[in-house]
């Protein structure tokens, strides 16, 4: 599937913002097989005193702005045109729990997709006795560690209500789990928390997803989101699968990814600090248009 995807992050501060610093990561990655970014900018309303380009430890370009003198406004623009050719995984080779801790001694690596940086604590995902008690509910004598990853999926999608007036980015996962409703991100926190009590290696993906509107319905401009979904590690012959919660789907060639991480802090489109005071206004709109 090609596509062209267009993005506005748009931010209005009561009073200007001055020695700011931010790391933007906006633009889809290439990945080989599955993904390929063929072309992409980034524009900064206004011009930055600074800006550079550096590629983070999970190998993802992130760029880096600084603005020294006072700003009432900041915008940034995304546009790319992206290939997706997602292929889902048809059988089911991944071990049950008793057999994953021995394959996830036997990876020797710690490049970046190694298991290893998926399994404990992360800076937004301390563990959560409740969550914990949650996943052992669900997992069952005999499961495939893919049976099991399915099973939350499709239970936090059961047991759990979109609303984005419930929680913020700030909004820990014991909070959402508490509240039984959030956004993607507290779906993608619980269920990669829940995975990992149990030992089976989950990370964060941000990236973007096409929404179909409804039958008889016309696409509204804007109306596609920045999204976020789970990766999980089922073995070294399956290897890494992702599952979407917020829809209880597999991700295919309607998911386009961005970065990988242990938790939103690690994929942040948007992350830095600035000096001033008072309430800032933020507004978002995604485009992802097929290309005919």
């Given at each position: 599937m090609l596509y062209d995807l267009s993005m506005h992050l748009g931010y209005q501060y009561d009073t200007p913002a001055s020695g700011a610093r931010h790391?933007?990561?906006?633009?889809?990655?290439?990945?080989?097989?599955?993904?390929?970014?063929?072309?992409?900018?980034?524009?900064?309303?206004?011009?930055?005193e600074e800006r550079g380009n550096f590629i983070d430890f999970f190998r993802h370009p992130a760029t880096s702005i600084l603005f020294r003198t006072p700003h009432a406004a900041l915008d940034i623009h995304m546009q790319?045109?992206?290939?997706?050719?997602?292929?889902?995984?048809?059988?089911?080779?991944?071990?049950?729990l008793s057999r994953l801790p021995a394959e996830i001694a036997d990876q020797l690596s710690l490049d970046p997709?190694?298991?290893?940086?998926?399994?404990?604590?992360?800076?937004?995902?301390?563990?959560?006795?409740?969550?914990?008690?949650?996943?052992?509910?669900?997992?069952?004598?005999g499961m495939t560690i893919r049976q099991i990853a399915t099973a939350i999926c499709a239970r936090i999608y059961k047991d759990f209500k979109y609303d984005s007036d419930a929680t913020t980015v700030d909004t820990?996962?014991?909070?959402?789990?508490?509240?039984?409703r959030g956004v993607?991100?507290?779906?993608?926190?619980?269920?990669?928390?829940?995975?990992?009590?149990?030992?089976?290696?989950?990370?964060?993906?941000?990236?973007?997803?096409?929404t179909i509107p409804p039958p008889g319905k016309e696409r509204l401009e804007g109306a596609d989101a920045m999204h976020a979904w789970v990766r999980i590690w089922c073995g070294k012959t399956l290897g890494w699968l992702e599952l979407d919660p917020t829809n209880n789907i597999a991700v295919a060639t309607d998911h386009i990814v961005v970065g990988y991480g242990r938790d939103y802090s690690d994929v942040a489109p948007v992350i830095g600090v600035l000096k001033s005071y008072g309430e800032h206004q933020t507004k978002q709109s995604v485009d992802v248009i097929p290309v005919k």
């Open positions: 790391i933007l990561r906006v633009l889809p990655i290439t990945i080989p097989d599955r993904q390929r970014l063929i072309a992409g900018s980034l524009t900064v309303t206004p011009k930055p790319a045109r992206i290939q997706v050719d997602t292929e889902l995984p048809t059988a089911d080779f991944s071990p049950d997709d190694s298991p290893h940086h998926f399994c404990g604590p992360s800076p937004r995902l301390p563990e959560t006795p409740e969550i914990s008690a949650y996943a052992r509910e669900i997992a069952a004598d820990t996962p014991r909070e959402a789990f508490k509240l039984k993607c991100q507290d779906f993608s926190h619980i269920m990669i928390l829940a995975l990992r009590s149990l030992g089976i290696p989950a990370g964060y993906v941000s990236g973007f997803l096409r």
